[in-house]
């Protein structure tokens, strides 16, 4: 007789004791009968107690991770932000970008949030549909003009043929001028004037290309109340707030991140972002022969931190092999809000963030930079995100271990049981004391949140290869129609746009009373239109004079080209931008060239 049959044998002759009735019952029977054909291969020792000791073992290394996590998150220190006259970078330097498609009601009073922080540029990229919808929103919305001027921002709105964000930021990129680019979502509300400027701190370091900062919940006033919040907001809520430290940890470990720094709001030094090469496997981005529109955020972070493993440098020229370092600026001058979900569309959000993230995953592990570089440059990171890999099968085992303790040391279970009961308790009424408004009625949602882990890991696997961005329509339109332009992302430069080979005259903006802009004052122009017609407002904010005693035929935006299409090549912008080499803050507007 075998041993296979022997060991079976023994082990349901041991379990004969027992009264096994029904389908769950013969279930049992088959759990432990895998688990004490085990147990006869185990040492003497551990025959009895071992899957005491196993359960046990695992509680215990959780303990000992979340102490270290919690070392490592005390032990962080923001960059300091340097006196204005020694810091590197202004926030004259930045140039913001945004892509945008059916954006929520909040677009315009996030964007007087960045305006406060007096950046370079403002530069919105949309789709051709939606631009005239985006257009009427800024030319209608009260007030926004004053800001502008004041702010002496130049905004910008291009378009690309279809949705998809890393077109979209490739579009922005390519037209920005400032010497930090600031990738931002069109629902990040930045939290105060001081934003830019504790964000540019890293930058002092000249090895840092990324920074990131603290990513918050925004919960308007009206809806801070127990019968007014949804459980989708709630559950948002928590599952952001329980990153903040382990944000913390994962930097001053190895100086990483946790996963992926925010696509809400993550600046770059604008050679990265700016280099072919860059661009190319950016857009090129492949998963299972589908081109990735998803995860722009983790693509940037993976590429910033480990674009000196890579070794396809291709046509593109060299890379840098110096590694760039992330600048994870925590704190509540760096602060960036997002607004949450109110319905079931959050579910769909978090099934996109969990896929890309095991996405993210597989590809540092197995492709780039692999295993082995992977641990050796980030080993707090590599770590974590392996643990990551294997929690489907550690949750099995743990189900495993505690059916197993349940039928043999009951009273044991029960007071294992107890004790992490009583600590899972104590997080919710930490939770419940920092957002009174979530209620009891909600606490539900908080649950749920901490355990939707449980099915969201299975769902990604049979997922893995869907590219959907799920909360976006527009989006997944383009995607399921396949209308994926092969110009843009072949690996040739895209060929210029055919019209553009003629010379054309410039089209120009048409002013007050019929006069061109280049006639009318800089009073004329900001001021009041009244019950001026929709069809009749301004194609698009350029830039602004300097003052507003100066006319308008000094200081005023280049003459407006035809739309550029990213899908067929960039029009040239007919601008010169001018600096004062005595004043690196001076702001000069764009001017226009003679043709």
């Given at each position: 007789m075998s041993n296979t049959t022997q060991t079976f044998d023994t082990t349901k002759s041991a379990l004969l004791g027992y009264d096994y009735q029904g389908a769950s019952d013969r279930l049992k029977l088959l759990v432990f009968s895998a688990f004490e054909s085990i147990r006869l291969y185990m040492p003497d020792t551990f025959q009895s107690d071992w899957g005491l000791y196993l359960i046990f073992g695992l509680y215990l290394w959780d303990w000992i991770d979340g102490w270290l996590s919690l070392r490592y998150a005390r032990r962080y220190l923001p960059f300091p932000v340097p006196?204005?006259?020694?810091?590197?970078?202004?926030?004259s330097d930045v140039s913001i970008v945004v892509p945008t498609v059916d954006w929520d009601d909040n677009l315009v009073d996030n964007l007087r949030t960045w305006l406060i922080c007096q950046p370079r540029e403002i530069i919105f990229v949309t789709t051709n549909a939606q631009q005239p919808k985006l257009l009427h929103l800024f030319n209608t919305a009260p007030g926004l003009r004053e800001e502008l001027y004041r702010g002496r921002v130049h905004f910008h709105?291009?378009?690309v043929q279809q949705a998809n964000k890393r077109l979209q930021l490739c579009a922005g990129i390519n037209e920005a001028k400032g010497k930090i680019v600031a990738l931002v979502d069109d629902d990040a509300r930045w939290t105060s004037e001081e934003v830019l400027t504790t964000l540019l701190a890293p930058f002092q370091n000249d090895d840092v290309g990324l920074v990131g900062g603290s990513i918050e919940s925004y919960i308007p006033e009206e809806r801070q109340r127990s019968d007014v919040i949804t459980g989708w907001e709630v559950a948002a809520l928590r599952t952001r707030s329980k990153r903040r430290a382990g944000n913390r940890a994962f930097f001053e470990a190895d100086g990483s991140t946790n996963f992926t720094v925010s696509g809400l709001t993550m600046l770059l030094r604008a050679e990265i972002v700016k280099d072919p090469y860059f661009q190319h496997h950016f857009i090129n981005d492949m998963w299972n022969g589908i081109r990735q529109n998803t995860g722009d955020d983790g693509f940037i972070t993976r590429y910033v931190l480990f674009q000196h493993h890579l070794r396809h440098v291709g046509d593109a020229g060299p890379l840098r092999r110096t590694p760039w370092k992330l600048g994870m600026q925590f704190g509540p001058?760096?602060?960036?809000?997002?607004s949450l979900l109110t319905t079931g569309?959050?579910?769909?959000?978090?099934?996109?963030?969990?896929?890309?993230?095991?996405?993210?995953?597989?590809?540092?592990?197995?492709?780039?930079?692999?295993?082995?570089k992977f641990f050796r440059t980030t080993p707090y990171m590599a770590r974590k995100m392996t643990g990551g890999m294997l929690s489907p099968i550690f949750n099995l085992?743990?189900?495993?271990?505690?059916l197993w303790l349940w039928w043999h040391d009951p009273t044991m279970a029960e007071l294992l049981f107890l004790y992490i009961l009583s600590n899972y308790v104590s997080s919710l009424r930490a939770f419940c004391r920092e957002f009174p408004y979530v209620g009891i009625k909600n606490i539900w949602a908080v649950i749920l949140a901490d355990h939707a882990y449980l099915i969201s890991d299975i769902f990604s696997w049979c997922s893995l290869s869907l590219e959907s961005w799920s909360n976006r329509s527009s989006v997944d339109v383009g995607e399921e129609e396949g209308n994926v332009d092969e110009v843009a992302v072949s690996q040739a430069p895209p060929p210029r746009n055919p019209q553009a080979s003629q010379p054309q005259a410039p089209q120009t903006f048409t002013g007050p009373a019929g006069k061109s802009i280049y006639e009318v004052s800089a009073e004329e122009f900001y001021a009041p239109l009244p019950n001026r017609p929709a069809s009749q407002a301004p194609q698009e904010f350029y830039g602004f004079p300097a003052s507003p005693s100066q006319p308008a035929t000094k200081n005023v935006a280049f003459p407006k080209e035809p739309m550029p299409d990213f899908t067929t090549g960039f029009l040239p912008m007919e601008e010169t931008w001018m600096e004062d080499q005595n004043d690196k803050n001076f702001w000069a507007p764009f001017q226009p060239q003679q043709k």
């Open positions: 006196p204005r006259e020694e810091a590197k970078y202004a926030p709105i291009r378009t001058g760096g602060t960036v809000q997002t569309e959050y579910a769909q959000q978090s099934r996109r963030w969990y896929r890309s993230g095991l996405r993210l995953r597989l590809t540092l592990l197995l492709w780039e930079p692999g295993l082995f085992v743990r189900l495993g271990l505690w």
